[in-house]
């Protein structure tokens, strides 16, 4: 990988953990080694051929692994491509959302996916989630609360050997 290369996932690496969020940049070797030491009920990778997506119900999900299609250096971003509604559910209800980044898949800023966005959200049932850092929301009070929308925890996988 290019010294660029190196930058941007750095930058991504800083601006990930500014929003709270868990970065560990690993090889496809490790990445299964990460996938073996948990109890993921709800896997959907490409990288790890894996899809298994089991229904989502009251119960919820403690952690599910989901790999995304993009990442924003700037905010630390991960930006996935959620059609399916069990892969969408599995990212708001799960309360450690583990997610797999592509090093290649990294990008400087929002603009950069412009295109992905209008590709995926051109036709009826589009759906695109940004996901920055664990849930975070305050009341009037200004009382917070990690997880209300989201993952209370967000662990972000960035595989570099691919």
Same mark, same amino acid.
């Given at each position: 990988m290019t010294s660029k290369g190196n930058s941007i996932i750095d930058r991504f690496t800083q601006s990930a953990i500014a929003v709270t969020?868990?970065? $560990?940049?690993? =090889? $496809?070797?490790?990445?299964? %080694? +990460?996938? +073996?030491?948990?109890?993921?009920?709800?896997? %959907? =990778?490409?990288i790890l051929q894996q899809y298994d997506q089991h229904y989502i119900g009251k119960e919820g999900v403690d952690e599910a692994l989901v790999e995304?299609?993009?990442?924003?250096? *700037? &905010?630390?971003t991960v930006v996935l491509e959620c059609s399916n509604e069990q892969v969408r &559910?599995? &990212?708001?209800?799960?309360?450690?959302?583990y997610v797999i980044v592509k090093a290649s898949s990294i990008? +400087?800023? %929002?603009? *950069?996916?412009? *295109?992905?966005?209008?590709?995926? &959200?051109?036709?009826q049932g589009g759906y695109i989630a940004f996901i920055s850092g664990p849930s975070r929301t305050a009341d009037i009070e200004r009382v917070l609360t990690v997880g209300a929308h989201g993952p209370r925890e967000l662990t972000i996988f960035i595989v570099s050997d691919l």
């Open positions: 969020a868990a970065v $560990k940049v690993i =090889s $496809k070797e490790q990445l299964l %080694s +990460e996938k +073996e030491a948990h109890n993921f009920k709800f896997i %959907s =990778s490409e995304v299609n993009h990442a924003i250096a *700037d &905010t630390g &559910t599995a &990212t708001c209800v799960a309360e450690h959302l990008v +400087e800023c %929002s603009h *950069d996916i412009v *295109d992905f966005m209008a590709e995926n &959200t051109k036709n």
